[in-house]
């Protein structure tokens, strides 16, 4: 099983539509982020949080907002969804102790907005 | 900000080595990450460099100088599933929350 793990995989759905990607990890790791990855753009920070309490805005946050309900689970949503933020996602974890600071992926949640 | 460049696309033969070269701009560098990543997959830890010099790791090396903001990843006695693409990412200490910004990627493409 994935250490960190993202549902759905893949969604098609409507502009106008709220739509909700979560993250779960069983990493133990303090620190989550959602990013999104368009061709040529590489990986967009949208959110991250270091702790339960704590939420902080990436590059794009704009038309996303985020919850981390517990140290395991941190999900994404969008809550009028546009055909621009068609796109891969991908939730990531850190461990705060780790001095290189490696980010593990979890496996991705294409969306497509028509 | 922060200004990470690396070429689009590289095409090498099975066996051959491939250099991926990456140029950043940050003003709080606190290190340079390479990523591996698979077409339609999670992207995955290669290196990590912080101070100057090569780091190697099997088949695969990273070098860093700091002084010409500058990077490149080796890919030695390339195989078929190298093919894929590198990302070059670097951490800025006065970023907030000390965040990784990704270049743009290079897809590998191995030949036989």
């Known amino acids: 099983d994935a250490d960190v793990t993202q549902t759905p995989r893949n969604r098609i759905t409507k502009t106008g539509k709220r739509i909700m990607l979560e993250c779960s990890q069983t990493k133990g790791h303090d620190r989550m982020y959602w990013y999104r990855q368009d061709p040529g753009l590489g990986l967009r920070l949208i959110y991250y949080?270091?702790?339960?309490?704590?939420?902080n805005k990436g590059e794009i946050s704009d038309g996303y907002s985020v919850s981390r309900q517990a140290q395991a689970k941190f999900s994404l949503s969008l809550e009028s969804a546009i055909p621009n933020q068609t796109a891969l996602y991908f939730c990531a974890t850190r461990a705060l102790a780790d001095n290189t600071g490696e980010l593990f992926f979890g496996e991705g949640s294409r969306l497509t907005v028509l | 900000g922060q200004n990470i460049d690396q070429p689009t696309e590289m095409t090498a033969t099975e066996g051959a080595i491939v250099q991926i070269n990456c140029t950043y701009q940050t003003s709080g560098f606190n290190g340079l990450f390479w990523y591996q990543q698979h077409a339609g997959e999670a992207p995955t830890f290669l290196s990590y460099?912080?101070?100057?010099g090569l780091e190697e790791k099997g088949r695969f090396s990273s070098f860093l100088s700091r002084s010409k903001g500058y990077s490149y990843l080796l890919l030695k006695e390339l195989q078929m599933k190298d093919s894929a693409s590198y990302l070059c990412?670097?951490?800025?200490?006065?970023?907030?929350?000390?965040?990784?910004?990704f270049g743009g990627g290079t897809r590998v493409l191995v030949k036989p």
């Open positions: 949080s270091f702790d339960v309490k704590d939420i």
């Open positions: 990412a670097v951490r800025d200490v006065k970023a907030a929350g000390n965040k990784l910004t």
């Open positions: 460099n912080v101070l100057d």
